[in-house]
């Protein structure tokens, strides 16, 4: 079982530079999600989605962008990346029966 | 809004001794309950989680009690080992999976 992939594992940005964080999953989830975790600060919710077409703000939207044009697909854009975005970077799915968030493995991202 | 208090840690711990990571929250409504682990390098799995009131969730030797009347929800265990070396996070929904709240995170070290 796949789950939640994400791609890449790693990556490493210049600043101003842009960049799209990708998501899939194949559980035919409605819910999915970008947090970020920073040292001190546990997982901060950034965008979300109730489903294909809906997105939504989280705590921390400010320098990103996201669609969700399939049920699979939740990809996260950069436009211009900052050192601030320094972060590991998870993408979650849930279903509407599902009693928990499913999370991929994680992108590393450094802007320097 | 919601939020939710965990130590930092780390937590050193000699296998075999108890474990005790507090946790407690601030919600509008009646959330559900979760403790996710994360191992070195990977994503978040959930361990374990309680839905309403005075449920306990268990896993794997973790228990915690949902404890509405001091919003709490602990982590234990009675046993640790080297292998529960990890960071555990408590978190909180309210209203569906697509919007979890973390905590801070509590890195868990056991030494042999």
């Known amino acids: 079982n796949a789950g939640v992939t994400q791609t890449p594992k790693f990556q490493v940005l210049k600043t101003g530079q842009s960049m799209t964080l990708q998501c899939a999953q194949d559980?035919?989830?409605?819910?999915m999600s970008w947090y970020r975790q920073d040292p001190g600060m546990g997982l901060r919710l950034i965008h979300y989605?109730?489903?294909?077409?809906?997105?939504d703000q989280g705590e921390v939207p400010n320098g990103y962008n996201v669609s969700r044009s399939t049920t699979e697909d939740f990809p996260l854009r950069l436009l211009s990346a900052a050192p601030s975005q320094t972060s590991v970077y998870f993408c979650?799915?849930?279903?509407?029966?599902?009693?928990?968030?499913?999370f991929g493995q994680g992108t590393r991202l450094t802007v320097v | 809004g919601n939020s939710v208090t965990q130590m930092e840690g780390p937590v050193t711990l000699s296998e075999e001794a108890f474990l005790t990571i507090n946790c407690t929250y601030t919600?509008?409504?009646?959330?559900?309950l979760f403790w996710y682990v994360q191992y070195p390098g990977e994503g978040l799995q959930l361990l374990l989680k309680?839905?309403?009131?005075?449920d306990k969730g268990s896993n794997k030797g973790f228990e915690a009690t949902y404890r509405k009347e001091t919003t709490s929800f602990h982590l234990e265990k009675g046993s640790v080992q080297v292998s529960d070396s990890a960071v555990y996070f408590c978190?909180?929904?309210?209203?569906?999976?697509?919007?979890?709240?973390f905590g801070i995170g509590t890195k868990l070290q056991v030494i042999p």
């Open positions: 979650a799915s849930g279903g509407i029966m599902n009693t928990e968030a499913f």
């Open positions: 559980m035919n989830h409605e819910y």
């Open positions: 989605s109730v489903g294909a077409g809906i997105t």
């Open positions: 919600a509008t409504g009646y959330p559900s």
């Open positions: 309680a839905t309403k009131a005075d």
């Open positions: 978190a909180l929904s309210e209203g569906g999976y697509q919007k979890v709240t």
